[in-house]
T-cell receptor, first 115, second 114 residues
Framework: DAMVIQNPRYQVTQFGKPVTLSCSQT?????MYWYQQKSSQAPKLLFH???????NEADTPDNFQSRRPNTSFCFLDIRSPGLGDAAMYLC??????????????FGPGTRLTVL | AQKVTQAQTEISVVEKEDVTLDCVYE???????LFWYKQPPSGELVFLIR??????QNEISGRYSWNFQKSTSSFNFTITASQVVDSAVYFC???????????FGKGTHLIIQP
């Protein structure tokens, strides 16, 4: 049974055309994360939500935004994708921020291509 | 600042050989968590293990074992009797706990040849 679901698995967009990636979870976890992973590199955290509280990493470009309308869903919006934004985007969840409950579970990722 | 170093970019071994993936970390936190994830070609990061900084016991799970040594800031991963299905990129990661993101190493690409 899928626990962290990402749609679509592959997304093609045009340079400058806004795109939205979707993540949903069936784990009822409080925390949801978005990572960007470029080819042959480690995943890099963009931002995360602790419940409704949004936490942006300092070096995340303004071009990247996120929404979390409810516990189950989280969206990644790229307002004006550039060629450098082509990457795998990984969504992850963790139960909460308490000690001993920090394991993050990842979805299958969405591979974004920018033409 | 936290840092994770996986010095081995790629390892290639023949099936049934044992292989160890190295991980060295840096952190100023007194409480922290270490992880290993497997990323097969499909792309999904598969959780393998989590270790708390105050628990230095080594762990074995089937053909997998982990050696955590705070004295050398290392958390190495050994696969015994490797199989072709073990071929993947393996990431070591560090978290300070709380709702923190993970700091990943650059990954080790493990190739198991039949």
């Amino acid at each position: 049974d899928a626990m962290v679901i990402q749609n679509p698995r592959y997304q093609v967009t045009q340079f400058g055309k806004p795109v939205t990636l979707s993540c949903s979870q069936t784990l009822n976890h409080n925390v949801m994360y978005w990572y960007q992973q470029k080819s042959s590199q480690a995943p890099k955290l963009l931002f995360h939500y602790y419940d409704k509280d949004f936490n942006n990493e300092a070096d995340t470009p303004d071009n990247f935004q996120s929404r979390r309308p409810n516990t189950s869903f989280c969206f990644l919006d790229i307002r004006s994708p550039g060629l450098g934004d082509a990457a795998m985007y990984l969504c992850a969840t963790s139960r909460d921020g308490g000690v001993g409950t920090d394991t993050q579970y990842f979805g299958p990722g969405t591979r974004l291509t920018v033409l | 600042a936290q840092k994770v170093t996986q010095a081995q970019t790629e390892i290639s071994v023949v099936e049934k050989e044992d292989v160890t993936l190295d991980c060295v970390y840096e952190t100023r936190d007194t409480t922290y968590y270490l992880f290993w994830y497997k990323q097969p070609p499909s792309g999904e990061l598969v959780f393998l293990i989590r270790r708390n900084s105050f628990d230095e016991q080594n762990e074995i799970s089937g053909r997998y074992s982990w050696n955590f040594q705070k004295s050398t800031s290392s958390f190495n991963f050994t696969i015994t009797a490797s199989q072709v299905v073990d071929s993947a990129v393996y990431f070591c990661a560090l978290s300070g706990g709380g709702a923190d993101g993970l700091t990943f190493g650059k990954g080790t690409h493990l190739i198991i040849q039949p």
